[in-house]
């Protein structure tokens, strides 16, 4: 009988907290015999926790990949977010007017625009060192510049937003959940998020890893309902996908 998606994840979360307590690589062998269940499937388990980000293999063995916090770099993580920021790009059109706010994920999908005439519109400074179509226009909406995520905040970034409007925004955030919606740890961000999530015409695309799928950050920057598109990734929790698709978003999950 084939498993279930959450009978897959809980076995998942036992392996790579096997992995992280034991401190050191185990042997394929040793992860069966302790989770009681074939090689074959803790091998198939191990090649999607290395696509997540969460453990390292070799010849045989694995352990776990230690982390600090949730933006720690890591290479794996890089290419899921780049899979999804070339999905959201996807979704912009020739000649719209696209918001975008400080989230790495969403500043990604600058690079995938290819030859497409847009106007660019954030309060993300890292926006101006991208290269962009020479007939594109990018306009930074000023404001103080909040470090190190050189986010542009305050009145003067908030009086620029309600000045404008678009066709499409792309939206990373920290968390996302059913409870607290589309969410972020930085008060100032949030809202500057809202505000470009309310002066949006047309579709609001938000950009998350499975890392924030069902996860809340400290302030909201707008519910569930607001967005069309959720663009994230195949390691997304199904239950809650599954929960977010049916309150009206189309979920876009990319092959991890």
């Not at 060192?129 to 470090?147: A, C, K, M, W, Y």
Request: net charge neutral.
């Amino acid at each position: 009988m084939k498993s279930s998606q959450k009978t897959i994840q809980k076995r998942r979360e036992k392996l790579v907290n096997l992995l992280k307590k034991s401190r050191q690589t185990l042997l394929v062998k040793e992860i069966s015999e302790k989770l009681e269940v074939s090689e074959i499937t803790i091998r198939r388990d191990l090649t999607a926790l290395e696509k997540m980000g969460l453990v390292h293999r070799e010849h045989g063995k694995a352990s776990a990949v230690q982390k600090t916090g949730i933006e720690d770099y890591n290479e794996e993580i890089e290419e899921l977010k780049n899979a999804i920021a070339k999905k959201a790009a996807e979704l912009v059109k020739e000649g719209d007017t696209l918001f975008t706010n400080t989230g790495s994920t969403a500043l990604s999908a600058l690079k995938y625009l290819g030859n497409k005439r847009v106007t660019i519109v954030s309060n993300n400074v890292k926006v101006a060192n991208l290269d962009h179509n020479p007939n594109s226009t990018v306009i930074l909406s000023g404001g103080e510049i909040r470090f190190p995520k050189e986010a542009l905040v305050g009145d003067i970034a908030i009086d620029s937003f309600s000045k404008m409007s678009s066709d499409i925004s792309i939206i990373g955030c920290s968390g996302l959940s059913l409870e607290n919606g589309i969410t972020t740890p930085v008060l100032h961000e949030a809202k500057i998020n809202s505000l470009i999530i309310e002066r949006t015409n047309g579709l609001v695309v938000v950009v998350a890893d499975y890392r924030k799928i069902g996860f809340s950050s400290n302030f909201t920057s707008g519910s569930i309902k607001d967005i069309n598109y959720l663009i994230t990734d195949s390691f997304a929790p199904l239950e809650v996908v599954r929960e977010i698709e049916k309150q009206g978003v189309q979920v876009i999950q990319v092959e991890g």
